[in-house]
């Protein structure tokens, strides 16, 4: 779980009355009643971009209605009025944690932490003090262990043995994409040197003996995850409410939880219900390849209805398609019907989830050639070859673009790139690969310390006069979903 803000609050007093979940209720509109909430003799940030100050803030429902000096909001006291004492500390707006998995973050509290450990020893320790701190348990489970501390980057089961060889362990890394277990482990989930490593993953073996070392990647923790405890649904719950405490602790008050089911869904909506999700959440549900259009019209029906229940339309439930020819399916099919009914575009994505440049290329598809054209999907065909000599000058291209304009996510669409492949090196090259070709070159925009690349004024030049203007044509609307920048020097 990604609640990592707890060395940067200090002594900030967050404002409480932000994490309000759904389920508190309505909004009061006027702007004239009691105040519900009154903190003040504080410094109050704003985070409007005004380097204005405060001390003190006045809360209504969900809402913060007002801001400025102790006189001015203590004014608005009413006998029903909680008033707070900042005590001179920070009162900061909430934040939004951007990508969580809330109920195993919930759980992950309850297991050890490593996040906090960097060296061997300290890693070690931990995990130790946990496991002698709970006999009872029948797994050792624990998160957030960096590669560093190990020689050659990854542990052995070997050294979780020598700590914890009674039962199993299991630790997932920091990244979520690796997990360190011991020799029980391996036997309780029946992996041997004779185990196929799974689709998209890998067991991790020892390269004399041919044995599983104690690392799986990526698809092959689902070996040891199925031999797991199985979790009840109050132990869901209870992590649930963990995870609320924890984010109302950091001064979190919303947060996008990412690839869930309607299933935990449920789990929220009953906290939501018994008053004890006071966070503001926006839950995305994984819609996988394995959904029909069938099953992605029950989704979006799904969406619709708890959009409404939630009382958040359109932002409380949305949907993460992952390869889902089905879901596509489904949202054209539901968008032409409502286009039928004169619905807005921006009402039509709102309902099934989607973005309205969307609805309307669907709109202007239909208008054009009917649902021949709509159903239509573009070939890209099979991606051109490049040259070793053609790869290492788009490399150098794309360093001398980051020098020219630093690391905008607006320079960096595929769409562009892909012209940038056309304009110099003379190969046509479809958008769609331009990632796989991104990944094999081992370049990444945001990762700029990796490529050592001399400065070139010429090629700078080139990207001003090729690449810069394309963006200044970027559609009136459209915003980039971040702005990096660096400095040149360290490309």
Not at 44 to 65: C, P, T
Not at 127 to 155: K, S
Not at 325 to 336: S, Y
Not at 359 to 368: C, E, H, T, Y
Request: with cysteine.
């Amino acid at each position: 779980m990604a609640l990592r803000l707890a060395s940067r609050l200090g002594l900030a007093v967050v404002v409480a009355t932000l994490v309000a979940g759904l389920g508190i209720g309505a909004q009061r509109a006027d702007q004239t009643g009691p105040v519900d909430l009154i903190i003040h003799n504080g410094m109050v940030y704003a985070a409007d971009g005004s380097a204005a100050r405060a001390q003190a803030v006045a809360v209504r429902g969900n809402r913060i209605v007002r801001g400025g000096s102790d006189r001015e909001i203590l004014a608005l006291k009413q006998d029903s009025t909680t008033v707070l004492d900042a005590h001179g500390g920070t009162i900061l707006p909430g934040f939004n944690d951007a990508h969580v998995h809330f109920i195993s973050g919930g759980q992950g509290l309850e297991r050890v932490n490593l996040l906090d450990a960097f060296t061997l020893d300290d890693i070690l320790k931990k995990i130790r003090a946990f496991a002698d701190a709970n006999p009872a348990r029948p797994w050792v489970e624990g998160r957030g262990w960096y590669y560093e501390p190990f020689p050659g980057g990854l542990p052995t089961r070997q050294q979780l043995d020598s700590i914890v060889s009674d039962r199993p362990a299991r630790m997932v890394c920091y990244d979520g994409h690796t997990t360190w277990v011991n020799t029980k482990a391996l036997q309780a989930a029946g992996i041997t040197k004779d185990t196929p490593d799974p689709k998209n993953g890998e067991i991790v073996r020892d390269p004399k003996t041919g044995e599983p070392t104690g690392v799986l990647k990526e698809a092959a923790q689902q070996l040891v995850s199925k031999a797991l405890p199985q979790t009840t649904r109050e132990d869901r719950l209870r992590a649930l409410r963990a995870a609320v405490r924890e984010a109302n602790r950091l001064g979190v008050t919303s947060v996008q939880n990412a690839g869930g089911s309607p299933e935990e869904l449920a789990l929220f909506d009953e906290v939501r219900k018994a008053g004890d999700l006071k966070v503001r959440v926006y839950y995305a549900l994984s819609v996988g390849s394995e959904v029909d259009e069938a099953g992605a019209e029950k989704l979006i029906d799904f969406r619709i209805s708890n959009a409404i229940h939630w009382r958040h339309p359109g932002k409380g439930v949305s949907m993460r398609p992952q390869g889902s020819p089905g879901l596509l399916e489904a949202r054209r099919r539901r968008a032409v019907a409502f286009l039928k009914h004169r619905l807005s575009l921006h009402e039509i994505a709102r309902r099934i989830g989607c973005h309205a440049s969307s609805v309307l290329r669907w709109r202007n598809a239909l208008r054009s050639g009917g649902a021949e054209a709509l159903n239509a999907k573009p070939a890209p065909g099979r991606p051109a070859r490049l040259s070793p000599k053609q790869k290492a000058r788009l490399v150098k291209l794309l360093a001398q673009g980051a020098m020219a304009h630093g690391y905008r996510t607006e320079l960096w669409t595929t769409q562009r790139i892909a012209a940038l492949i056309e304009r110099r090196l003379g190969v046509k090259y479809h958008r769609n690969h331009v990632g796989k070709l991104l990944h094999q070159l081992g370049w990444s925009h945001q990762k700029p310390a990796r490529r050592a690349v001399e400065r070139d004024e010429t090629a700078i030049a080139e990207w001003k006069r090729s690449v810069w203007p394309a963006v200044k044509k970027t559609p009136q609307g459209w915003r980039p979903t971040s702005s990096l920048s660096t400095n040149p020097a360290s490309c």
